[in-house]
Structure formats: structure tokens, C-alpha cells
């Protein structure tokens, strides 16, 4: 049964987890992670869907990387997702780059997108729209 269809329970996981680039806040803060740190990752990939570039800022890469490189990444990841200011900096970025898609309908639909992200990556989890309102966002 997903979370969709019983709802959230609350619950958190302690232990850290999860991708650098879709990571939420509070993972970072080591404040437990639950169905809203989910939400923030998904959140994070249509941001990717939409602007072809990471919400933690650059383009997603594939491959391996030194183990200083990967701490590096992790810290500079860590940083850029705990800050209000540079988050709500890259959807006004995307927002600007998206009023620039010349056929309206498709820029209508690119930026409703990314209002459901705005709602999706809000720095305080119970601040976050739940999995079952992004079933439903309109």
C-alpha cells in the first residue's frame, strides 16, 4: 500500500540516505527523513525535467569521483539545499529562463511545473505540500 493511499504516518528514518542532488534538507540536518523528503526529491527531479539542470545548481553528470571530490560535492550539495535563499534564487532563475519558451501554451505548462515545485522543495518538511496534494495540484 503507498503512501498515496494511507497517508503519511509520520514516521521518520534517522540514518542518512539518498542522492546528493535530491537530498532534503532535513536528511542534511540529521533531523529524520520521512514522506516529505520524498516529495522534496521529487520535487528536485521535475525541477531537472524542467530546466535540464540540477535544483542544487549545475548539470547532472554521471560517473565516479574521488573520495575528496565526493565530500566536496556533498558539502557544496549540503550548503546550496539548507539555504532558503539559494533555492528560492534557482526557481526564480528557472522562472525567468521558462518565460523565454516561445510557444505560450507549453511556457503555461512549464511554469504551473514549476509552481508545484516551488511547493514541493519549502525548507520546513511541514511546510511542504503532501504526496497527495501533488496527486491532485491544480
Not at 28 to 51: C, E, K
Not at 65 to 91: H, K, T, W, Y
Not at 100 to 129: C, F, Y
Request: aromatic share 8%.
Amino acid at each position: 500500500m503507498s503512501l498515496l493511499n494511507r497517508g503519511d504516518s509520520g514516521r521518520t528514518i534517522d540514518a542518512f540516505a539518498g542522492t546528493l542532488p535530491y537530498t532534503a534538507p532535513e536528511a542534511f540536518q540529521h533531523h529524520g527523513y520521512g514522506a516529505a523528503s520524498d516529495v522534496w526529491a521529487l520535487g528536485a527531479i521535475l525541477y531537472l525535467m524542467l530546466t535540464g539542470e540540477l535544483l542544487v545548481g549545475g548539470h547532472a553528470t554521471s560517473g565516479n569521483v574521488s573520495p575528496s571530490a565526493g565530500l566536496q560535492l556533498r558539502d557544496e550539495a549540503m550548503d546550496r539545499v539548507c539555504s532558503a535563499e539559494f533555492i528560492n534564487e534557482r526557481i526564480e532563475y528557472a522562472r525567468e529562463g521558462l518565460q523565454k519558451i516561445d510557444d505560450s501554451e507549453d511556457m503555461a505548462w512549464a511554469l504551473k511545473g514549476l509552481d508545484l515545485v516551488e511547493t514541493m522543495v519549502s525548507q520546513n518538511p511541514k511546510s511542504r505540500v503532501s504526496a497527495l496534494r501533488v496527486q491532485h495540484f491544480n
